[in-house]
Each structure stands twice: as structure tokens, then as C-alpha cells.
């Protein structure tokens, strides 16, 4: 089973200024893809960028970007030019095929993103 | 383009009611679909996945029950509901391998 650890549960940003939230996982896969999602106070789940993991070149969505380290089993999300409307829950979900042939997300618990005016 | 419904979005039961939560997926075939409950200023966990009509997979043992009686719909049941089924329900479609998951908008389901 993976693990994915959020070392930090919380987070403040100055509006347009730049943040990075971590996360770390163990996986003994070799093929499976990672994603950031976002759940603002509505609790929706918004995705927000996705990663392969036998691509080397770093996603990039607009001005949400990870930094991946897959020997380092490391998936930074850096949220440049920070907006209000980012202020949200974060979580790092990596992915894997399961027994049953159904592909799986394994979620952190989430790093709180407070944005200050 | 693909959508997906989940209702009801507020839900308060007694202890020891039945339960049945709804989720339909529209412009898509055979997708992938989940069941996760989040508590209160936590991460999701998965409670049941389905790859086709009448698979189910559970992950946790629980006295919840899932059910997909059709191609785009995934129902959670309980036949007896206890405190600790309170939280936060959400539903999921996938096109498979390496495609991201798209959620409903979540049962907020509290036990009184």
C-alpha cells in the first residue's frame, strides 16, 4: 500500500507572492502518475495539475507547477503569483493500478493554504 | 462534455436508518467509479471502486455497501446507519489508467 505524507498541515502566503507545498510517498511502482487537487471551503475537489511519472519534465498548468523528484519519491506543487481564490485545501494523491484492474488514488492529509491580502 | 451528479447534498439520519446515496455519471462509457468519505480536516479515503456493472471492490470493512446497477450508476447503502458513518461522502468517475478522477459535489451526511 502507498503512503503519502504532507509535512505541512499549514500554510499562509502573501497575495502574488510565491508558494510550495510537499509531499512524499512510497511506492513500489514503477508506472503511475500524481496529482494535486484542490478543495476550497465548498469542498469540491478541483484538479489541479497532473504528473507522469516516467516523464522527467516537470508539469506546468498555468501558475501551478510541481517540482518532481521521482528517485526522491518527492511532488512539490508551487503556486506562483498567489491569488485569493487559491486559498484552499491541498492534497497530493498519487496513483497506482490496483489488483482488481481499477486505478487508485491515495490521498495526503491535505495542507491548508491561507492566501493574506 | 462529462458530468457527474451525487445527491442528496445534505443528509441528517438517525442512528439504526437505512441509507442510500446516489451518483450518476453523463458522456462517458464504462468509467471507473469510486466512493470515498472524508471526516472533518481530512484527506479522503476509499471506501468502494467499481470497473464495470456489479463489481464491486470494498477497501475498508464497514457496514456500508455499494452497489452498480448500471454503466453510470453507483449507489452506497446502509442498512443500519451508526454514529461513526457521519462525514463527508463523495463520489468519483475515472477514465483509467494514469487519467485523473473527477468528483461530485459530496453528501454531507451527519447521524443523529
Known amino acids: 500500500a502507498q503512503t503519502v505524507t504532507q509535512s505541512q498541515p499549514e500554510m499562509s502566503v502573501q497575495e502574488a507572492e510565491t508558494v510550495t507545498l510537499s509531499c512524499t510517498y512510497d511506492t513500489s511502482e514503477s508506472d503511475y502518475y500524481l496529482f494535486w487537487y484542490k478543495q476550497p471551503p465548498s469542498r469540491q475537489m478541483i484538479l489541479v495539475i497532473r504528473q507522469e511519472a516516467y516523464k522527467q519534465q516537470n508539469a506546468t498548468e498555468n501558475r501551478f507547477s510541481v517540482n518532481f523528484q521521482k528517485a526522491a519519491k518527492s511532488f512539490s506543487l508551487k503556486i506562483s503569483d498567489s491569488q485569493l481564490g487559491d486559498a484552499a485545501m491541498y492534497f497530493c494523491?498519487?496513483?497506482?493500478?490496483?489488483?482488481?484492474?481499477?486505478?487508485?488514488?491515495?490521498f495526503g492529509k491535505g495542507t491548508k493554504l491561507s492566501v493574506i491580502p | 462534455s462529462q458530468t457527474i451528479h451525487q445527491w442528496p447534498a445534505t443528509l441528517v439520519q438517525p442512528v439504526g436508518s437505512p441509507l442510500s446515496l446516489e451518483c450518476t455519471v453523463e458522456g462517458t462509457s464504462n468509467p471507473n467509479l469510486y466512493w470515498y468519505r472524508q471526516a472533518a480536516g481530512r484527506g479522503l479515503q476509499l471506501l468502494f471502486y467499481?470497473?464495470?456493472?456489479?463489481?464491486i471492490s470494498s477497501e475498508v470493512p464497514q457496514n456500508l455497501s455499494a452497489s452498480r446497477p448500471q454503466d453510470r450508476q453507483f449507489i452506497l447503502s446502509s442498512k443500519k446507519l451508526l454514529l461513526s458513518d457521519s462525514g463527508f461522502y463523495l463520489c468519483a468517475w475515472s477514465l483509467g489508467r494514469g487519467q485523473p478522477q473527477h468528483f461530485g459535489d459530496g453528501t454531507r451526511l451527519s447521524i443523529l
Open positions: 494523491a498519487p496513483g497506482t493500478y490496483s489488483g482488481a484492474g481499477s486505478y487508485q488514488l491515495t
Open positions: 467499481s470497473v464495470g456493472i456489479g463489481q
